[in-house]
């Protein structure tokens, strides 16, 4: 029997229903246009699938997809934000919040947030956790502008990002670029909020320290709570992937990101039969396919995505792992759905 963890289920809040409503959407709508039953806006949690449906719906009622991400975005009330996002809202300055944003986002899958700040920049990239379907535009385009929207509440000031980056097409791009106040990119590699990064030390004047004194503590301690529940080979897998990038990630850094020493990492990997560097090679080997299967990626690239410096080191894994090379791989990969894809698309003869 599959184990259910905690990322099978995405809690909706009131609030989200509300929201819709004072744009003159009914939630009964939504329901009937995603395919669900009429009882879903009562339900405190849902599965991917039918959050991805009811984002979905949203887009196509709407219409639009830009216009409806900045109406949403900024429609909502900030006194009815759940929990993990109010505490976002009273942090000390906009990095604090942003920090706070991208650690409590894993009480509420599917999507999850990358803070890299660099030189001038601070970039917040959107990945999908424990899974692979990506998720509707208007997701995409909500979860970004409501970064801003934080900075923007928070600070009190008209603040701007550097560059946006979607991966699909968001509608009107006109719309965005005035909302965001910088450069829309459509058809990128992934989902990316750019900001300034002097910004991220403004203050905020909603800062409420005794209110924090009482959220942390609790948030914290559910967060401690769905990890343990958690598989932690999965956790160190999807943990690993998102780092692999340019470099190979040692434990240490790993059992930083899951907020535990390497050593309590280590005895939780024992006690699942496993170990790190073992993970690190399932892991190298599942994104090395993944990565394979995109012809728009050149084998180098594929290297340096996994952690290779060099395409002879990835050569040589590669061949341990299929017994082939990457490039025979590929070809045989893409012959084989090109013949997957002409075969369901044949008439069928009685």
């Not at 599959?2 to 809690?11: A, G, N, P, Y």
């Not at 709570?225 to 160190?236: A, D, G, L, P």
Request: glycine letters at 6%; a neutral charge; hydrophobic letters at 35%.
């Amino acid at each position: 029997m599959k184990k259910t963890h905690t990322s099978d289920h995405i809690k909706i809040t009131p609030g989200f229903w509300t929201g819709l409503h004072v744009l003159g959407i009914s939630a009964h709508d939504v329901a009937h246009k995603a395919r669900l039953p009429l009882n879903i806006m009562t339900e405190a949690v849902v599965t991917p699938a039918q959050y991805f449906a009811i984002w979905q719906a949203y887009s196509d009622l709407i219409g639009d997809t830009a216009k409806g991400i900045i109406k949403l975005a900024t429609v909502f009330e900030t006194a009815k934000y759940p929990p993990t996002v109010l505490a976002t809202y009273h942090a000390r300055n906009y990095r604090d919040a942003l920090n706070r944003m991208a650690r409590y986002k894993q009480l509420c899958p599917p999507e999850t947030l990358r803070i890299t700040e660099e030189g001038e920049h601070c970039t917040i990239e959107l990945e999908w956790l424990y899974t692979e379907q990506p998720g509707p535009p208007m997701l995409i385009g909500i979860t970004l502008a409501c970064l801003l929207e934080l900075g923007r509440r928070g600070t009190g000031q008209p603040l701007t990002a550097q560059l946006v980056e979607f991966s699909q097409s968001m509608g009107d791009v006109q719309v965005l670029e005035a909302y965001f106040g910088c450069r829309i990119r459509i058809d990128a590699k992934c989902n990316r909020l750019t900001l300034h990064r002097r910004d991220l030390n403004l203050s905020f004047v909603s800062y409420n320290e005794e209110l924090l004194e009482i959220l942390t503590p609790v948030l914290d301690r559910s967060l401690a709570e769905q990890q343990r529940n958690c598989s932690i080979t999965e956790m160190v897998k999807w943990t690993i992937k998102r780092s692999l990038t340019g470099g190979r990630p040692d434990i240490e850094a790993i059992a930083k990101e899951l907020n535990m020493s390497d050593r309590t990492l280590q005895r939780r990997l024992t006690d699942q039969n496993t170990n790190f560097k073992h993970l690190l090679t399932q892991a190298r080997h599942e994104q090395a396919r993944k990565y394979l299967a995109d012809p728009s990626l050149d084998i180098k690239e594929v290297a340096f995505l996994i952690g290779y410096e060099d395409q002879n080191s990835f050569y040589r894994a590669f061949r341990l792992w299929e017994g082939d090379t990457p490039l025979n791989w590929r070809t045989k990969h893409l012959a084989a759905n090109s013949i997957s894809e002409g075969q369901l698309g044949r008439p069928s003869i009685h």
